[in-house]
């Protein structure tokens, strides 16, 4: 499982990821999609990825910083 696909799962869905920030659901899959695709290779971008950090700081989603790092896969 990628990072991006973790903290989707993590989150609640591509759903609940879009409305946290801000973004169409079509993009958040694409965080899934390998590079070659037009993905992200498996990483969130660093807007959204604070955005679910600042939620998670809410207490909106369980995320933790350590969850936006390892290897992708």
């Not at 660093?46 to 809410?58: H, I, N, P, V, Y």
């Amino acid at each position: 499982m990628t990072i991006a696909a973790n903290i989707i799962k993590k989150c609640g869905g591509v759903h609940k990821v879009a409305e946290i920030t801000g973004v169409t659901t079509g993009s958040v899959y694409k965080w899934t999609y390998p590079k070659e695709r037009g993905g992200t290779g498996g990483m969130v971008p660093r807007k959204a990825a604070q955005a679910l950090l600042d939620a998670a700081d809410k207490g909106v989603v369980d995320v933790s910083a350590a969850d936006f790092f390892g290897t992708a896969q």
